[in-house]
């Protein structure tokens, strides 16, 4: 397939205002390509690179944005050989590396059409503007293979992504879907949570249910089959040989298969309280010295849920059984607290889960998870059979851009542009924040931030929005200086959260409108 194809589709599936005409236009662009291509297809309409970052920066760049380098005349550049020419800049490294880079983009975009170019440019920037398609792309797939939705959805949330699971069911049918199982050694994607103001209204909404202690540390998907374990992140990332101590005591229980879902988290030798999600967020980051960083802050696993016990799926099976499952996989110090309310109507019953509140808070946990005890484990979904209840109100925003610092902050990237996604798939700036960035936050998002950089005019540095950050505010205040006409009242950083993905940020309007 010609990249010209998906530049126009990509114009096209933007201009069009209707879902139904976007999936229609997805759907035509799936069945015209070969099942091969397809996840080239999914990932240049998403904007991202099958490679990842591949150290094209803002100054080999800024030399071919249209109308820089004279376009090619006809669309001859093929999906296939934009991947080799990426997979060919990612491969460059050491002395020259720039002027080879350099050297390289000049070769492709003299070889791309206007159109081609600009959406080159934009994969290289990371500036996409499709609203949601993830989802909508799935639904395209969906229709050019024939297959339902749903079922397409289960799969990808089992093989953890897209591409894979579309390039199979282009090729084979609906018949490909049964290979998509939970599998050992395969993460799926994690269920999330929805917000409730109180445990009260919580209970209200779900009836008998588990409330659990919210840890306030990395959340891992740990699978063992026989000694084999593996360690992944709630982005799927395997960090396996950065937890030792997760593999540990995965390999002490007693059953040989099993996909466990629990947090990460490191307590204070001295005093048992947990300590910062940034500090163990920096040691399961560390790649230096894992044996060292060990003894300064071992981390404990907790597990909270069990997605697959002796080859058996237990995703479907209501809470209750599976915490039951659990109880039996793990001692009760390898658990989250919990306590469980079957009858919402007995008065005892939700005093006592407010009370379990009220001592989570006090041991210093960030809040509670309060989870329906029939519902099934709705793998990458945000379900409305978890709820989560904090005390204070944090949005995820993405950065898009950040200000050289000065005085003490000189040499250092500072002042936060913090933007909250749009629902045609670009953001609004919503206000800025150097708050509550300690020194170890302020260099760790200088070196990130760095590596995301796309244009720099000596004060204010764009990024590729793509850092999530957890803000706390005290509220909105009007404003006529940012685009949607509010502002966040006394911003402060809470948190990188480097292990969520922009698409996951929160919406202009929900921020607006507290939904
Ligand atoms: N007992 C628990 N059950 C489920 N998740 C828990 C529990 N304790 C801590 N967590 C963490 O809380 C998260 C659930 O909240 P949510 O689905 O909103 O994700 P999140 O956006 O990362 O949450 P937040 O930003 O509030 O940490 C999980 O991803 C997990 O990391």
Not at 189 to 199: D, F, K, N, R, Y
């Amino acid at each position: 397939m010609l990249l010209a194809r998906v530049a126009e589709v990509s114009r096209e599936v933007t201009a069009a205002s209707a879902r139904s005409r976007k999936i229609a236009l997805l759907a035509e662009l799936f069945a015209e390509a070969e099942p091969d291509e397809s996840p080239l297809v999914i990932a240049y309409l998403s904007g991202r690179l099958p490679q990842g970052r591949i150290g094209v920066g803002w100054s080999v760049l800024k030399d071919v944005v249209p109308p820089a380098v004279p376009p090619a005349e006809g669309s001859a550049l093929t999906l296939g050989q934009v991947d080799a020419a990426m997979a060919e800049l990612a491969a460059v490294s050491g002395a020259g590396a720039r002027a080879e880079r350099s050297r390289l983009v000049h070769g492709l975009f003299s070889a791309a059409t206007h159109d081609e170019q600009e959406l080159l440019v934009r994969l290289l920037t990371g500036e996409v503007r499709q609203g949601a398609l993830d989802a909508i792309a799935l639904e395209g797939v969906a229709r050019a293979a024939g297959v339902p939705a749903l079922e397409l959805r289960r799969a990808v949330m089992l093989e953890g992504s897209l591409p894979p699971v579309a390039r199979a069911v282009l090729d084979e049918g609906a018949s490909a879907l049964e290979r998509f199982t939970l599998r050992v050694g395969s993460p799926v994607q994690p269920m999330l949570a929805h917000t409730a103001a109180s445990v009260a209204e919580a209970i209200a909404d779900l009836g008998p249910c588990a409330v659990e202690e919210k840890l306030d540390g990395i959340r891992i998907q740990v699978h063992r089959r026989g000694d084999d374990v593996r360690v992944y992140t709630r982005s799927l990332d395997d960090i396996t040989d950065r937890v030792p101590e997760v593999v540990a005591t995965a390999r002490a229980v007693a059953a040989d298969g099993f996909v466990l879902d629990g947090e990460v988290i490191a307590l204070d030798p001295g005093s048992g309280r947990p300590v910062s999600f940034q500090m163990i967020s920096a040691r399961v980051g560390s790649r230096v010295d894992v044996a060292g960083a060990r003894a300064v802050l071992p981390l404990t696993a907790v597990f909270f849920d069990v997605l697959a016990r002796e080859g058996e799926e237990l995703i479907d099976r209501p809470g209750l059984e599976r915490h039951a499952v659990l109880a039996r996989l793990l001692p009760e110090s390898q658990r989250v607290r919990r306590a469980v309310v079957t009858d919402p109507a007995d008065p005892a019953q939700t005093a006592a889960a407010e009370r379990f509140y009220a001592d989570t808070l006090a041991r210093g946990h960030e809040g509670v998870l309060v989870k329906a005890l029939e519902a099934p484990y709705a793998a990458g979904r945000r379900g409305r059979t978890w709820l989560k209840v904090k005390p204070v109100h944090t949005l995820d925003l993405v950065v898009l851009a950040v200000e050289r610092g000065h005085g003490r902050r000189t040499g250092l990237l500072s002042n936060l542009h913090l933007g909250a996604r749009t629902a045609d798939g670009g953001f609004v700036m919503l206000g800025k924040t150097f708050k509550g960035l300690t020194d170890e936050m302020l260099r760790w998002q200088t070196e990130r931030l760095r590596e995301l950089a796309v244009s720099d005019d000596g004060f204010t540095v764009r990024v590729r929005p793509e850092l999530v950050v957890e803000i706390a505010y005290d509220g909105l205040q009007v404003s006529t200086r940012y685009p949607a006409g509010v502002t966040l009242r006394f911003a402060r950083v809470v948190r990188h959260r480097p292990d969520k993905r922009a698409s996951e940020a929160d919406t202009v309007e929900r921020v607006v409108e507290g939904r």
